[in-house]
């Protein structure tokens, strides 16, 4: 089986400007990204990018970026499933090479480790189309409520019967970008053009654990994800013992 890891990094992000090469931890964005994909079983990293500034941080790091993305697909209004469409016909009309499955790795997602990747990877079967990551849930929707017409608010589930523990409450699961891992049969069938990349009706959960499933959309997650990182930085790095020099401690 081959397998490509596309990363997606397009310049002008919104939320956090130019988040995908600005520094999280003393490296660039995408650098975790894509150093988890390295060091994990997928054959191939690849970044599609507009920007030649993002493309030559990504070569810097050790990924592959054979080609620009078109403006049209890096505005927003693109959609993921044309990305991955676009890197796929690319890879095979340029390169004639093509693979049986792709995971689509956001950059904004830096507490992604190759151990996710590679168990989503043991995770795909013929019989589904996708693996996706997801953490339990900590926002019940039996407690959300929608905007009414009166200008005041709904229960969102008006009907559902509402414990008053939170142990008594059902448990639920949230998909996240962390993993979106997909047969390429599924992600270029005819008719599949405006579908997501991975297929929430027919996949296989992996399950991980909420703090490495940050996603970054806003300063104050990309402020956090980078007090993780120092954190787990730091827990890494080994504890040295005192420098001697002629008997004495330095």
Not at 165 to 193: F, H, I, K
Not at 201 to 213: H, Y
Not at 238 to 244: A, D, V
């Amino acid at each position: 089986m081959r397998t490509l890891g596309l990363i997606p990094a397009r310049i002008g992000s919104t939320g956090v400007k130019r988040k995908n090469i600005r520094s999280l931890a003393g490296r660039p964005l995408i650098a975790w990204a894509i150093d988890a994909v390295l060091a994990s079983g997928l054959d191939r990293v690849v970044v599609s990018t507009d920007s030649p500034e993002i493309a030559d941080v990504a070569r810097a790091c050790g990924a592959e970026v054979p080609f620009l993305r078109p403006a049209e697909l890096a505005d927003t209004t693109a959609i993921a499933m044309a990305v991955v469409r676009h890197a796929a016909a690319w890879l095979a009309d340029n390169e004639g090479w093509s693979a049986d499955a792709i995971a689509y790795l956001q950059p904004t997602s830096p507490l992604r480790a190759a151990r996710h990747i590679d168990a989503a990877l043991a995770l795909l079967a013929p019989s589904i189309d996708s693996v996706v990551s997801v953490v339990a849930a900590d926002q019940h929707p039996l407690y959300m409520f929608a905007p009414a017409a009166d200008g005041g608010m709904r229960e969102y589930l008006p009907d559902a019967v509402k414990p008053e523990r939170r142990q008594d409450l059902p448990l639920l699961y949230c998909s996240n970008p962390v993993v979106m891992l997909s047969w390429t049969r599924y992600l270029l069938a005819p008719g599949r053009e405006r579908a997501l990349v991975v297929n929430h009706k027919n996949f296989a959960p992996l399950v991980i654990d909420r703090l490495d499933a940050i996603d970054i959309n806003d300063e104050r997650d990309f402020r956090f994800a980078e007090l993780l990182m120092r954190e787990r930085i730091a827990a890494k790095r080994p504890t040295l013992e005192p420098l001697r020099h002629e008997g004495a401690t330095v």
